[in-house]
């Protein structure tokens, strides 16, 4: 003889007399304190977010004013013509693509280097982790205001190289040479990002099983063979995630360029996103500025989409 087990009957939802039933009291509340937990972060997405991106599709077709007694007219693409004309526009898109051309592959490359040493099973490993990662934590306002105090012509870059080459050195003004400021950024900007991206390596290194590298051992795998089979192959979510935050952070160049060189020498490290701030905020010009932001969103979104394309799992 069998026993038939039943499972404890679900409490019935209330009736509202129509044989349709509706929520519970508790249900109810629920979603009531939902949605006034969500709705902080909801209103300033709204805001900061939502609103902007709409006033920039709508005012890159005007030539609106940011201070002006007139209201600002409609003008189709004129905006966008002009900046397809603009050299100082083309300047910015040079020097943006530069910028990112080197800074991600260099980044990423030097946390990875970075993130595989400081894995290795060492005594001092802890401090080197500390060392590095304090660039990250400090305003880059302030590390844009030391580097340009380095980059003086008497600063402290020059004097190093002068006492190291025994004075046959000739020193550079680093930020007033059209040639190397932006190097010199490209430098400031690897130095003082790579630490963050490593401990995001690091945390893909971890998450790789220690069972593989034991098999590879056995199997007679040296560390590059390792590395290439056992490493990499275990690192290409991390790698996606490292190399679409960097472009988008190299293309969103700002902070740097507006407290050490303000786009000079020669428009030689002006970018896309200090020009649409500078004429946004400085010629006024809101229009062109969201034109600018417009074209700006398209680029990062095409880089960003032939990043995941060719990082993609393949089957």
Do not use: C
Not at 83 to 89: G, I, K, M, R, Y
Not at 92 to 118: C, E, I
Not at 130 to 153: A, C, G, N
């Amino acid at each position: 003889m069998t026993t038939r087990t039943t499972a404890p009957p679900r409490q019935a939802a209330a009736s509202d007399g129509t044989g349709q039933h509706r929520p519970s009291r508790t249900l109810k509340g629920e979603r009531t304190a939902a949605a006034w937990m969500i709705s902080p972060a909801l209103v300033l997405f709204i805001l900061f977010l939502i609103i902007p991106i709409v006033l920039a599709f709508g005012l890159a077709f005007t030539n609106t004013r940011l201070i002006s007694p007139r209201p600002g007219e409609f003008v189709g693409l004129d905006n966008f013509a002009y900046l397809f004309t603009d050299p100082v526009f083309w300047a910015s898109v040079r020097n943006t693509f530069a910028f990112a051309l080197v800074v991600v592959p260099v980044q990423a490359g030097s946390a990875l280097l970075l993130a595989l040493l400081v894995n290795a099973k060492v005594r001092g490993t802890n401090f080197f982790r500390t060392v590095y990662f304090l660039p990250v934590v400090t305003s880059m306002v302030v590390v844009s205001l030391l580097w340009r105090f380095m980059y003086e012509k008497d600063g402290l870059i020059n004097q190093f190289l002068g006492r190291v080459t025994g004075g046959a050195y000739d020193p550079i003004d680093w930020l007033n040479d059209p040639v190397w400021a932006l190097p010199a950024i490209m430098f400031m900007s690897i130095w003082q990002g790579v630490a963050f991206h490593m401990v995001i390596w690091l945390a893909g290194l971890q998450t790789i099983p220690a069972e593989l590298y034991e098999a590879s051992e056995i199997d007679g795998a040296n560390k590059l063979q390792q590395f290439r089979y056992v490493t990499w192959p275990g690192l290409r979510q991390t790698a996606t995630l490292i190399l679409v935050t960097i472009t988008i952070a190299s293309f969103s160049l700002f902070t740097q360029i507006a407290v050490m060189t303000q786009g000079g020498p020669l428009d030689s490290t002006t970018t896309v996103v200090y020009q649409a701030v500078r004429t946004g905020y400085q010629q006024l010009q809101t229009g062109l500025a969201s034109a600018i932001s417009l074209v700006f969103f398209a680029m990062v979104l095409v880089i960003s989409g032939i990043q995941r394309y060719l990082t993609r799992e393949r089957s």
